[in-house]
């Protein structure tokens, strides 16, 4: 890519990667200042109760040693409710320990003269703590501040894959749509965020240091003070970017009634597929009713797309049989797409009060996957032809497919299939394994774009093991009740694409990175429903 | 006045004790020296007057009052005290060192200055180069002397100096123990002042008391200890071949 067109690309995305970069800020801000007013008041409490040190210190450890997306999906589940708060909870979780721990070890480091010297001189407790204790303390305290900054500002880029935003949103999308462009925007953005927190409170760090405080040269002492004012103003820059670019935003689920009215909130799940599916709705909605759509793509899987459905943070997501049957029912297989639509429709109406519209027309199963060239080789046709050479091969499937009853555990059992070694990969990334010949077998999606383009082959699934994947709109009872305009704009993409259009539409976006919004409308267009 | 009356400390629940049934008075004005070796009670003994340390039993009096009876916090702004060591704050300078009691008491600005001024003049160090240095930029007798202003701050009646010169070398300390003479006559403080160099306590206390193993072997002036002394102890203290310093 020649210069202009990497700063095009860039300045393209200038006011998004303004919001996302204030969006980062304020959720490493704000948690950070959060473990601030528990972790010190912690760390104070432990200096002089010697007793809660070793329970207090061993579950703070203990949190931290919880990997930041498990933390992330269990507050997830802990709170029902995606996006900022459980991210915030679990950056202020992870930077407790470092903060903690500093204003401990810090406290304890003041020498015990110093102290009976306040003391004898007629200090109260509070001020024996203010104006000795804590201000020996600081550059310790501080150091730990910056400590958990940092690190916050690297674990908050997961915190996209709950829905909070932040950088972590453009790195999430280019792994969907295996665009490094995209990762680049949001890695580097993100790195040189870490660098500048890192250095602003180090700089006020290095301001609290006894030695430049004593400093021989005037200049240097001259320095402290407006480096004492960096700290806070980092804060504040935090906090205010991201309010003044989109206010509200932290408690976005609270939005007044009148315009919730009118906006519809589409989420999708993490592939490209997905999101091509809800840029098609939100389109449509867009150009043929009143509404306002707010895009909440990439919120997450499966459960996190349902469970947002479910308390109401979205309102609708576009959903394969396949899984709302097994995945969310806990069905087992039903192999006729029009029962299998049936059941889900029914159950789905009376258990969640939710409702199936027109499937798009596709049906995107799991296809057991192989390179073109060892199917032609070996003679590989379907998957039963496997059989023989599966202890030599090794799988790549994505972390649902490895877990999910319709998935391999199933599979294996079906077709009495077990691999050399199965990895787990991002769903972008397992194309690109088994091109390369990191794995042999994948469990790709039967309408991925990427099947044509890294020559591969589907198998065909002779046992007929996968339930069909027919992708349909999933919406709210009481949205679509309220609205019945947004279902029959909906029910107008029914049938409209076929397994080789979708296929189509996800080679665009994913072998010729071509932009969704642009692919998308080009194919309403062509088919004049726009 | 500082009166103790059958005083007892024990800091392991009686088993032993490391000061027994001590009794002994301060009179105004008066400097006396507490004289022992290390371990002998009279650190303890001093910590007592001010709260710092409680006693196990019997009673400590200042101005005829139960210390154990009053706030510890009002009770420590009225004695001054120089602490063993250095004792300085060290992330203040000099003059927020020497400030910091009158600070907490409520002093305007301007008599904080003065007051901090006059201080340090007093102890010999002037102001226009000291009050805005940190204690580490001092010398060790420099910072002693900043400790002795430091506790004249809020100007008390009592002060309480627990081996404060104990650190410095010779010469240092002979300097600053000429001053204090002088210090003492202008000043007409109660002091109380712990040592364990024998010519210290000869040179500065008006009255001298020895301690012995938590317990007091005699108190009276120079005089009185030099013509009778009162247990064998004290007798062997001015007869050992190298006088001067206990250990």
């Known amino acids: ?530 | 006045m500082i009166k103790l009356t059958h005083v007892f400390k024990s800091f392991d629940g009686g088993q032993t004790y490391a000061v027994e049934d001590l009794s002994f008075q301060v009179l105004r004005g008066e400097t006396l020296v507490l004289l022992g070796s290390s371990g002998c009670g009279k650190t303890t003994t001093l910590k007592m007057i001010n709260r710092l340390i409680e006693p196990s039993s019997g009673t400590v009096e200042v101005d005829g009052k139960d210390v154990m009876g009053r706030n510890p916090v009002e009770l420590r702004r009225q004695i001054g005290y120089v602490f063993q060591g250095i004792g300085l704050f060290p992330h203040m300078t000099v003059k927020q060192n020497i400030e910091i009691l009158p600070r907490l008491l409520g002093w305007s600005s301007r008599s904080k200055r003065e007051r901090m001024q006059e201080l340090l003049s007093l102890v010999g160090l002037p102001a226009e180069s000291f009050a805005q240095r940190f204690p580490e930029e001092l010398s060790g007798g420099q910072q002693q002397r900043v400790g002795v202003a430091r506790a004249l701050a809020a100007d008390p009646d009592y002060l309480l100096m627990d081996e404060p010169f104990g650190a410095l070398d010779a010469l240092t300390r002979e300097a600053l123990q000429q001053e204090l003479l002088n210090l003492k006559k202008r000043l007409n403080k109660t002091i109380v002042f712990v040592t364990h160099d024998l010519h210290e306590a000869l040179l500065l206390g008006d009255r001298i008391a020895i301690l012995h193993e938590g317990r007091l072997e005699q108190i009276g002036t120079k005089k009185d200890i030099l013509d009778a002394p009162a247990t064998q102890f004290v007798r062997d203290l001015f007869t050992t071949r190298e006088p001067g310093i206990l250990h």
């Open chain 1, 1 to 530: 890519m020649s210069l202009d067109a990497l700063f095009g690309y860039i300045f393209e995305r200038l006011p998004e990667l303004w919001l996302r970069t204030g969006e980062h800020l304020m959720l490493t801000g704000c948690s950070t200042l959060a473990a601030m007013f528990v972790g010190i008041p912690a760390g104070i409490l432990m200096s002089r109760t010697a007793w809660l040190r070793g329970p207090v210190m061993g579950v703070i450890g203990i949190l931290q040693t919880i990997p930041s997306l498990a933390m992330l999906v269990f507050l997830l589940a802990l709170l029902n409710k995606i996006g900022v708060l459980p991210a915030l909870i679990a950056l202020t979780l992870y930077a407790l320990l470092p903060i903690a721990r500093n204003t401990l070890t810090g406290l304890e480091e003041v020498s015990a003269e110093v102290m009976e010297a306040a003391r004898g001189i007629g200090m109260k407790e509070y001020q024996q703590l203010m104006m000795v204790k804590i201000p020996l303390a600081a550059p310790v305290i501080v150091a730990g501040i910056r400590t958990a900054a940092v690190v916050g500002v690297g674990i908050a880029t997961l915190s996209a894959f709950i829905g909070a935003g932040g950088l972590g949103q453009f790195i999430n999308r280019g792994l969907a749509l295996a665009s490094t462009k995209l990762i680049l925007l949001g890695a580097v953005p993100a790195a040189l965020l870490a660098l500048f927190v890192d250095f602003s409170i180090g700089a006020f760090e290095w301001g609290l240091r006894p030695r430049i405080r004593r400093h021989k040269k005037k200049w240097v002492r001259s320095l402290i003070r407006p480096l004492a004012l960096v700290l806070p103003i980092v804060l504040i820059l935090m906090g205010s970017i991201a309010y003044f670019t989109k206010p509200g935003w932290i408690f976005k689920s609270e939005t007044p009634l009148e315009t919730n009215d009118r906006i519809i909130k589409i989420a999708t799940k993490n592939f490209t597929e997905q999101l091509i599916l809800g840029e098609m709705m939100a389109q449509l909605i867009e150009s043929k009713t009143d509404f306002k759509v707010q895009r909440r793509f990439n919120l997450g899987g499966t459960m996190i797309c349902h469970g947002a459905l479910i308390n109401g943070e979205i309102d609708l997501y576009a959903e394969y049989t396949g899984t709302g049957l097994t995945a969310i029912l806990k069905h087992s297989v039903i192999a006729d797409p029009e029962k299998a639509l049936r059941y889900v429709t029914r159950a789905y109406h009376e258990r969640f009060k939710l409702q199936w519209l027109k499937p798009f027309g596709f049906n995107n199963t799991y296809a057991i996957t192989v390179r073109k060239a060892d199917a032609e080789k070996y003679g590989w046709n379907t998957i039963s032809d496997l059989q023989g050479s599966a202890k030599r091969l090794r799988a790549g499937f994505t972390a649902e497919f490895a877990e999910r009853p319709d998935g391999y555990p199933g599979l294996r059992h079906a077709y009495n299939l077990q691999f050399r070694e199965v990895m787990d990969f991002d769903p972008s990334l397992m194309y690109e394994a088994v091109a390369r010949k990191e794995v042999d077998v994948i469990c790709a999606f039967a309408t991925d774009g990427r099947i044509a383009s890294y020559h591969l082959k589907p198998l065909k699934d002779d046992r007929q093991f996968f339930p069909p994947y027919y992708a349909a709109p999933v919406i709210r009872d009481d949205i679509l009740k309220k609205n019945p305009k947004i279902g029959d704009v909906l029910e107008l993409l029914g049938g409209l694409i076929d397994d080789v259009a979708m296929q189509q539409l996800n080679f665009e976006v994913d072998a010729k990175q071509r932009k969704i919004e642009e692919v998308v409308t080009e194919f309403l267009k062509t088919k004049e429903i726009l």
